[in-house]
Nanobody
Framework: QVQLAESGGGSVQAGGSLRLSCKASEMRSTYCMAWFRQAPGKEREGVAAIYNGGGTTFYTASVKGRFTISRDNANNILDLQMNSLTPQDTAVYYC??????????????????????WGQGAQVTVSS
């Protein structure tokens, strides 16, 4: 079982930046690591993923060019740098470890639910 702990959430004005970090109990190079978010009244959506040992990244269209996902396998850390934030980015952000890998299907990050582990979530609030 992989344990994940997010940090770095908070409140910022539109146009500002935040950096989320996720400390994992283990982070093998074969794991797909991802960030998801869930806004009030909305379904959880995959924001970004990094896999194939870090050689491949995916971003959902709404954050492409503004967010950057990165991983440090040696220190078991996953980061998400978020720039040019807008109120539409307001959500609880979750770190996820997809231990059997992932695929991007029609713009969604997919993995086996029984092999996916989640952090507790970090609130990001962007005010206009």
């Amino acid at each position: 079982q992989v344990q994940l702990a997010e940090s770095g959430g908070g409140s910022v004005q539109a146009g500002g930046s935040l950096r989320l970090s996720c400390k994992a109990s283990e982070m093998r190079s074969t794991y797909c690591m991802a960030w998801f978010r869930q806004a009030p009244g909305k379904e959880r959506e995959g924001v970004a993923a990094i896999y194939n040992g870090g050689g491949t990244t995916f971003y959902t269209a709404s954050v492409k060019g503004r967010f950057t996902i990165s991983r440090d396998n040696a220190n078991n850390i996953l980061d998400l740098q978020m720039n040019s934030l807008t109120p539409q980015d307001t959500a609880v952000y979750y770190c996820a470890a997809l231990t059997l890998g992932c695929a991007v299907v029609r713009g969604s990050i997919k993995g086996r639910p029984d092999a996916t582990y989640w952090g507790q979530g970090a609130q990001v609030t962007v005010s206009s």
